[in-house]
């Protein structure tokens, strides 16, 4: 998503915490096709200043639910504010409380054949109905043929939010929140199917 920006000519500045990803960014923002003067900072979402307004800002890939207190998620909602111009767009996508705990998380096993064989991933996961969080674990396989190749297990936590809950998080930080819809489906109304859902909000 970033690089389509990119293509059209729009200057995007990226933020990672992960020095590795930000070289796979700077990386293929030298592709040719991307004309755009694009920048990458290594930080905190927090904490993060760098003393320029722009037009919108977006926290995806569930950034805003890896912050799992209070206080973290106002902290983060302030750095986005705080980069924006007034009137400017904020987006985000979360997990979706409601259907969270309609559907609840299970045990899964997923796998995808490859070039050489298959990558098979197991997912487990556990709700803490208290703090509003579900951590998930995976397990995942690597097969060249029928020889493992390689091994990964990852412990994610990550909160869910609830409609007048993100409202609430969004007006003591300086946004009117606009629109929560489905994702990808925007134009649904997100329900107890709605796993994921993404928020517009505009800066005041």
């Not at 990386?27 to 991307?34: D, E």
């Not at 579900?134 to 043929?145: E, L, P, Q």
């Not at 869910?160 to 969004?170: A, G, Q, S, T, V």
């Amino acid at each position: 998503m970033r690089f389509r920006f990119s293509a059209r000519g729009f200057e995007i500045i990226g933020v990672d915490r992960s020095a590795s990803m930000l070289a796979q960014a700077r990386k293929k923002a030298a592709q040719p096709s991307l004309t755009a003067r694009d920048a990458f900072y290594r930080a905190d979402i927090q904490s993060l200043d760098i003393g320029r307004q722009f037009d919108a800002t977006m926290l995806m890939f569930a950034l805003l639910g890896y912050q799992l207190d209070n206080a973290d998620v106002m902290a983060a909602l302030r750095t986005a504010r705080r980069h924006l111009r007034s009137g400017g767009l904020l987006l985000f996508d979360v997990w979706y409380g409601p259907a969270v705990l309609f559907q609840r998380p299970s045990e899964r096993v997923k796998t995808i054949p490859t070039l050489t064989g298959k990558i098979s991933r197991a997912s487990s996961s556990d709700l803490d109905t208290s703090r509003h969080v579900c951590t998930v674990r995976f397990h995942i396989w690597k097969f060249d043929a029928e020889r493992l190749s390689s091994e990964t297990v990852e412990e994610h936590t990550v909160r869910y939010f609830f409609p007048l809950e993100l409202n609430l998080f969004l007006e003591s930080t300086g946004f009117n929140p606009t629109r929560l819809g489905a994702f990808p489906d925007f134009e649904r109304d997100p329900d107890e199917k709605s796993w994921n859902v993404l928020a517009v909000a505009r800066a005041v």
